[in-house]
């Protein structure tokens, strides 16, 4: 205090709010004032934009002048420049929720990076943003960076959606779900059949879905007659059946089957042609056959004794074997065993069903008129448009070129192209129509509709005299079905 006696001080009082904050490093304050020019820093923000931007001047003012002739987007530049509504203009709602982010740069509106794209240029836009026929993500992940309009992801996807090239190499159809078969409380009620060759010679599988039990026989030749004679030789063992179920071979699709099918009054059902899955007891049968057939001749033994072992082994997750099902009895082998009754239940198939839908994906039904692609040669190669659903799995439909065909629902990929039919008086109208039955996996459920056999022989009927009066030169199959050459092979 002494040392301030020499000063002359005046004590003034200064409000709290009116003191300067001290500098962080010094008590020195620095009274320069830093003023910010809100319209320097947008016009450096707008100059930034504008040079990233990857689009040529002569484009950049391609869509400045489109932008002028464009209604809606005229309302959005009214908008950016003289404020937005509340009660804005229906054509102004798209943009309404980013429109802090919308701004305008030498006559083109653009959303923070991204250009936005008037009508009339977005046609060509899809086009450049598809070139490379990559994909729906790929496709909109390029244009996130470069471009926006209203529903710009919807049109991308249907954009491609009409490549046909695209279509055409998409990948396979995600297995659907397994639907099981109804399998039977009695054995030899449903059964399936199928053919195979071994060694130079066919034969003849049929197995029971109650009890896998399989029956074997030695087929003379492949036709229809010979093949209806051993079924019948096998339902003379076991009693006749209510459903037969195979594929679409000439042997069980002839004229002849049916007949038989009615004479022995069971349901005859074929599954998808090119989808031998939906037949799979079958096809698992003539596995399991062909296996032991190989086996036993390799080491010169009795193939009889294989396929008894085989049908007296117990089934897997279960004590019983295809013979007790079958019999109700312990067939007797080479091994010893007690002598026990069995009690018919059903074989435990939950846990088939559970590891099977593993990565499945249950595909949407097809409609009437609905455009699909045709899966085959790996591909999705040609257009149809579908004319009935035949079975829950199964569809009828139309090519281009006016041939019919019947496909499971795996091997149709429904597209947004336009179907355009092209008729050929020389085209084969050959209609593939058969009673199907549906599968989503290695097994299905028979309930479904089915084509009546009366319809589908009439309808055999009708193309037969087509190609009878078109052709001098009629060939036929060893089952009676006419074969038309192609119209390159025909020579006047």
């Given at each position: 205090?002494?040392?301030?006696?020499?000063?002359?001080?005046?004590?003034?009082?200064?409000?709290?709010?009116?003191?300067?904050?001290?500098?962080?490093?010094?008590?020195?304050?620095?009274?320069?004032?830093?003023?910010?020019?809100?319209?320097?820093?947008?016009?450096?923000?707008?100059?930034?934009?504008?040079?990233?931007?990857?689009?040529?001047?002569?484009?950049?003012?391609?869509?400045?002048?489109?932008?002028?002739?464009?209604?809606?987007?005229?309302?959005?530049?009214?908008?950016?420049?003289?404020?937005?509504?509340?009660?804005?203009?229906?054509?102004?709602?798209?943009?309404?929720?980013?429109?802090?982010?919308?701004?305008?740069?030498?006559?083109?509106?653009?959303?923070?990076?991204?250009?936005?794209?008037?009508?009339?240029?977005?046609?060509?836009?899809?086009?450049?943003?598809?070139?490379?026929?990559?994909?729906?993500?790929?496709?909109?992940?390029?244009?996130?960076?470069?471009?926006?309009?209203?529903?710009?992801?919807?049109?991308?996807?249907?954009?491609?959606?009409?490549?046909?090239?695209?279509?055409?190499?998409?990948?396979?159809?995600?297995?659907?779900?397994?639907?099981?078969?109804?399998?039977?409380?009695?054995?030899?009620?449903?059964?399936?059949?199928?053919?195979?060759?071994?060694?130079?010679?066919?034969?003849?599988?049929?197995?029971?879905?109650?009890?896998?039990?399989?029956?074997?026989?030695?087929?003379?030749?492949?036709?229809?007659?010979?093949?209806?004679?051993?079924?019948?030789?096998?339902?003379?063992?076991?009693?006749?059946?209510?459903?037969?179920?195979?594929?679409?071979?000439?042997?069980?699709?002839?004229?002849?089957?049916?007949?038989?099918?009615?004479?022995?009054?069971?349901?005859?059902?074929?599954?998808?042609?090119?989808?031998?899955?939906?037949?799979?007891?079958?096809?698992?049968?003539?596995?399991?056959?062909?296996?032991?057939?190989?086996?036993?001749?390799?080491?010169?033994?009795?193939?009889?004794?294989?396929?008894?072992?085989?049908?007296?082994?117990?089934?897997?997750?279960?004590?019983?074997?295809?013979?007790?099902?079958?019999?109700?009895?312990?067939?007797?082998?080479?091994?010893?065993?007690?002598?026990?009754?069995?009690?018919?239940?059903k074989l435990p198939d939950i846990k088939q069903k559970r590891y099977y839908d593993h990565g499945s994906n249950q595909l949407k039904p097809l409609e009437t008129t609905d455009t699909v692609r045709v899966r085959g040669?790996?591909?999705?190669?040609?257009?149809?448009?579908?004319?009935?659903?035949?079975?829950?799995?199964?569809?009828?439909?139309?090519?281009?070129?006016?041939?019919?065909?019947?496909?499971?629902?795996?091997?149709?990929?429904?597209?947004?192209?336009?179907?355009?039919?092209?008729?050929?008086?020389?085209?084969?109208?050959?209609?593939?129509?058969?009673?199907?039955?549906?599968?989503?996996?290695?097994?299905?459920?028979?309930?479904?509709?089915?084509?009546?056999?009366?319809?589908?022989?009439?309808?055999?009927?009708?193309?037969?005299?087509?190609?009878?009066?078109?052709?001098?030169?009629?060939?036929?199959?060893?089952?009676?079905?006419?074969?038309?050459?192609?119209?390159?092979?025909?020579?006047?």
């Open positions: 205090m002494l040392r301030l006696r020499r000063y002359d001080l005046k004590l003034e009082f200064k409000p709290g709010k009116n003191l300067i904050v001290a500098d962080t490093l010094s008590r020195a304050f620095d009274r320069s004032v830093k003023k910010s020019n809100t319209e320097e820093e947008i016009k450096a923000h707008v100059d930034m934009i504008r040079q990233n931007a990857q689009v040529s001047d002569p484009m950049w003012e391609k869509i400045a002048t489109h932008t002028k002739d464009d209604e809606e987007l005229k309302d959005v530049l009214n908008a950016v420049h003289f404020g937005w509504e509340s009660d804005h203009a229906q054509s102004l709602k798209p943009y309404y929720h980013f429109r802090g982010h919308i701004t305008e740069i030498d006559g083109v509106l653009v959303k923070g990076p991204t250009v936005i794209i008037p009508k009339t240029l977005q046609g060509d836009m899809l086009k450049t943003i598809h070139e490379g026929h990559l994909g729906i993500e790929k496709c909109q992940a390029r244009a996130r960076q470069m471009m926006y309009w209203p529903n710009i992801n919807n049109d991308i996807e249907n954009h491609i959606g009409r490549c046909g090239t695209c279509q055409k190499h998409r990948y396979k159809q995600a297995k659907e779900p397994m639907e099981q078969h109804e399998i039977p409380e009695k054995p030899w009620l449903k059964i399936g059949a199928d053919l195979f060759t071994l060694f130079g010679k066919n034969f003849l599988v049929v197995v029971d879905y109650t009890s896998n039990y399989q029956e074997v026989a030695k087929l003379e030749d492949l036709s229809f007659t010979n093949t209806i004679s051993h079924m019948k030789s096998i339902m003379a063992r076991h009693g006749l059946p209510s459903v037969v179920l195979s594929d679409n071979g000439p042997q069980f699709s002839s004229r002849e089957f049916r007949q038989f099918a009615m004479q022995y009054g069971f349901k005859h059902v074929t599954s998808s042609p090119e989808y031998p899955q939906s037949n799979g007891k079958a096809e698992k049968a003539v596995q399991i056959v062909k296996r032991l057939l190989k086996k036993a001749m390799e080491n010169d033994e009795d193939p009889y004794l294989a396929l008894l072992n085989y049908r007296t082994s117990p089934l897997s997750g279960s004590d019983r074997s295809p013979g007790e099902i079958s019999m109700n009895r312990k067939l007797r082998t080479k091994l010893p065993s007690a002598e026990e009754h069995v009690t018919m239940h040669d790996g591909v999705w190669s040609e257009k149809a448009q579908v004319l009935a659903r035949v079975a829950p799995n199964s569809y009828l439909e139309e090519l281009e070129r006016g041939k019919r065909l019947r496909r499971n629902i795996r091997h149709l990929l429904k597209t947004q192209e336009r179907f355009v039919p092209v008729h050929d008086d020389d085209d084969d109208r050959e209609k593939e129509v058969c009673v199907d039955h549906p599968s989503g996996g290695a097994t299905a459920s028979t309930n479904q509709s089915a084509v009546t056999p009366e319809a589908a022989q009439s309808s055999h009927s009708t193309d037969q005299s087509q190609l009878v009066s078109t052709m001098s030169d009629v060939h036929t199959t060893r089952s009676g079905r006419i074969i038309k050459l192609p119209s390159r092979y025909v020579h006047d």
